[in-house]
């Protein structure tokens, strides 16, 4: 009874979900978690039933239009906890039920949103958990592809892609992504000028004109004086040295600031990463 009755709320959830009524589709996740509960084949229970693999593929559907559901409401929190459900039946109960379509989509998803959320640790130990044929499924390869970037630094990159997602799931990850990304480039250059101009804030932030860049500022709190972005109290250093034209003198302004030569800088860099790259 449980079972045919969790089927029929099932349906009912494509059907919400089909038609974005976020809404509803919430309000039957909640009903056919309590329907869940009463099958005995789940885990962690997973007593023996003659319908034992209904039940687990029914359970393991219902999680995965759990996290599509969230990922659509931009809900981290229930997308998160969904996945960590969900995992358990593509880990423990791989034996018994047959492969699902979903499976590679989700898992890069699940791997964009830790990166949404700037959480690399977490990222790095999902992907260990991985087998290998997986990392290369379109899903997961873009994922790891938008790591790759991040860590080197290739900002305009992932901003770039964030264009083009491969999906509409992933555009809505892949919009919050961008934001996180314009995010950490705007906090670097707080801290590296006392002022930049706006032609180019507006090139780093890979905004369509200086206008949209200056409304970034005033979000931030920045001034917008003429055609420069003043930042105030900076924190990288003396504001004065490096009240800087362009993207051409931070290094320069930040060692000075400081009162370190740049070249001596450049140098204890270089040597730190030989010693880095010794150890590992």
Known sequence: ?????????????????????????????????????????????????????????????????????????????AMERAFTQLKVYYADTRGQLPPSAQEHSLLGLNLLRLLVANRIAEFHTELELLPQEVLSTPSVAHALQLERWLMEGAFNKVLDASRTPPS??????????????????????????????????QKMLMFGSEKEAAA???????????????????????????????AEGAATGAAAGKGIPPLTLINNTLVYAKELERIV
């Open 1 to 77: 009874m449980a079972l045919k009755d969790a089927q029929g709320l099932l349906d009912k959830l494509k059907g919400a979900y089909q038609k974005n009524d976020i809404k509803s589709a919430n309000d039957l996740l909640a009903q056919l978690k309590l329907k869940l509960i009463q099958l005995p084949a789940l885990p962690p229970v997973s007593q023996p039933s003659p319908t034992a693999q209904q039940e687990l593929a029914l359970a393991r559907d219902v999680l995965e239009h759990a996290v599509l559901v969230a990922v659509k409401a931009k809900d981290e929190g």
């Open 168 to 201: 509409d799931l992933h555009g809505s990850l892949m919009a919050q992504l961008a934001t996180t990304v314009r995010e950490e480039v705007a906090s670097c250059s707080e801290r590296a000028y006392a002022k930049l101009k706006l032609a180019d804030a």
């Open 216 to 246: 970034y500022a005033s979000e931030h709190g920045w001034q917008v004086q003429g055609q420069y972005i003043i930042f105030g109290d900076n924190k990288g250093g003396d504001a004065s040295a490096m009240a800087v034209d362009g």
